[in-house]
């Protein structure tokens, strides 16, 4: 177990609708990263949090965004929900610079 | 740009077979981090091993072993005396520079028979 924990853990969605994804982070884990997998592939980056701002972002449009917070959970919202949305969501927790990723099992979104 | 082939899709064996997977990156960066990590149905991506550029040391761990060889840009993972248990999604992954994404290969499925 690595101490991320994500919510929901499985939804369902309609085409063109809006979800949050919740994550709450590693004890000690200032930096949340977020992540897509598709069904078969590897998992592709979203985009990165560093207390509190956005550090790095992944090749995903404007309707994903996200927040950190003070205590370091981050949210992942996706505005009009497209059918290709549906996938495997990861939440990663680290400290900044350590190469050390630690992952939570995912939200599964279902996008009919 | 970094890339991290894994061009094996599938691999079956019998329990106590060794298995390797292998696994080829790309980056331009002197710095870098490899990984491997194991994904269970369940979801979790479960780290396995990180290694920096700088560190070409073999290693193993109990029935793991990762072979780094920076000649071929080659980390490959090998699982001696499989076991069911071993049935899972294995992922080679690199952090390469000041970059601040793992770049994913897509993946090998193990699957482990009696």
């Known amino acids: 177990e690595t101490g991320v924990t994500q919510s929901p853990t499985h939804l369902i969605k309609t085409r063109g609708q809006q979800v949050t994804l919740r994550c709450s982070s590693q004890s000690g884990h200032n930096t949340v990263s977020w992540y897509q997998q598709a069904l078969g592939q590897g998992p592709q980056f979203i985009f990165q949090y560093y207390r509190e701002e956005e550090n790095g972002r992944g090749n995903f449009p404007p309707r994903f965004s996200g927040l950190q917070f003070p205590n370091y959970s981050s949210e992942l919202n996706v505005n009009a929900l497209e059918l290709d949305d549906s996938a495997l969501y990861l939440c990663?927790?680290?400290?900044?610079?350590?190469?050390?990723?630690?992952f939570g099992e995912g939200s599964r979104l279902t996008v009919l | 740009a970094q890339k991290v082939t894994q061009a094996q899709t599938e691999i079956s064996v019998v329990e106590k077979e060794d298995v390797t997977l292998d696994c080829v990156y790309e980056t331009r960066d002197t710095t870098y981090y490899l990984f491997w990590y194991k994904q269970p149905p369940s979801g979790e991506l479960v780290f396995l091993i990180r290694r920096n550029s700088f560190d070409e040391q073999n290693e193993i761990s109990g029935r793991y072993s990762w072979n780094f060889q920076k000649s071929t840009s080659s980390f490959n993972f090998t699982i001696t005396a499989s076991q069911v248990v071993d049935s899972a999604v294995y992922f080679c992954a690199l952090i390469a520079g000041t970059a601040s994404k793992l770049t994913f290969g897509t993946g090998t499925r193990l699957q482990v028979t009696l």
């Open positions: 990663a927790s680290s400290r900044p610079n350590t190469g050390e990723l630690f």
